[in-house]
T-cell receptor, first 112, second 114 residues
Framework: QKEVEQDPGPLSVPEGAIVSLNCTYSNSAFQYFMWYRQYSRKGPELLMYTYSSGNKEDGRFTAQVDKSSKYISLFIRDSQPSDSATYLCAITRSSNTGKLIFGQGTTLQVKP | NAGVTQTPKFRVLKTGQSMTLLCAQDMNHEYMYWYRQDPGMGLRLIHYSVGEGTTAKGEVPDGYNVSRLKKQNFLLGLESAAPSQTSVYFC?????????????FGPGTRLTVT
């Protein structure tokens, strides 16, 4: 079993839709949960991260962690064509210097 | 402030050839990483370094070697390239203050081995 599982999509939505991206993980010891965004032929960039459980909001983006079910989500409100990219979830522990574990990535297309 | 840069951007190798990928960062970060990205596989960690002169194996280290002689540079070597090493390679760096989660990535090197 992979440590992080993510549906690769692709996911296609109309502009303005609410998007839900999800990952599951297997090891309850992980403490940091991240979402990276990767545009085509570019390197990933950190969107937001959450420590332990709970929600975190940044503009149109909300990250949610449910440690009891080992489930992490990223919600995008009022999606825009500029949000079209691949979204990668990643997890790590505070003791894991250098060991970010990435999901496979979900490709999102927002159509005008 | 260039962030993380990678050299070269593209390369085509024949099986058995060797090459070195260079990563440089100007953010004074302690930690540096090499990943490979393949379709449907996400990013997989090859090797990483927690400081000048140190290296450690990641998830998929076989067939690769690394060196961190200077804090700002992290080199990835392929001694005898194989078609299975066709991939996009990303270098990243992070500060020891923020931990591993906030990694800054370079633009990638697209390598094809024929």
């Amino acid at each position: 079993q992979k440590e992080v599982e993510q549906d690769p999509g692709p996911l296609s939505v109309p502009e303005g839709a609410i998007v839900s991206l999800n990952c599951t993980y297997s090891n309850s010891a992980f403490q940091y949960f991240m979402w990276y965004r990767q545009y085509s032929r570019k390197g990933p960039e950190l969107l937001m991260y959450t420590y332990s459980s709970g929600n975190k909001e940044d503009g149109r983006f909300t990250a949610q962690v449910d440690k009891s079910s080992k489930y992490i989500s990223l919600f995008i409100r009022d999606s825009q064509p500029s949000d079209s990219a691949t979204y990668l979830c990643a997890i790590t522990r505070s003791s894991n210097t250098g060991k970010l574990i990435f999901g496979q990535g979900t490709t999102l297309q927002v159509k005008p | 402030n260039a962030g993380v840069t990678q050299t070269p951007k593209f390369r085509v190798l024949k099986t058995g050839q060797s090459m070195t990928l260079l990563c440089a960062q100007d953010m004074n970060h302690e930690y540096m990483y090499w990943y490979r990205q393949d379709p449907g596989m996400g990013l997989r960690l090859i090797h990483y370094s927690v400081g000048e002169g140190t290296t450690a194996k990641g998830e998929v280290p076989d067939g690769y070697n690394v060196s961190r002689l200077k804090k700002q540079n992290f080199l990835l070597g392929l001694e005898s390239a194989a078609p299975s090493q066709t991939s996009v390679y990303f270098c990243a760096s992070s500060s020891s203050f923020s931990g591993a989660y906030e990694q800054y990535f370079g633009p990638g090197t697209r390598l094809t081995v024929t």
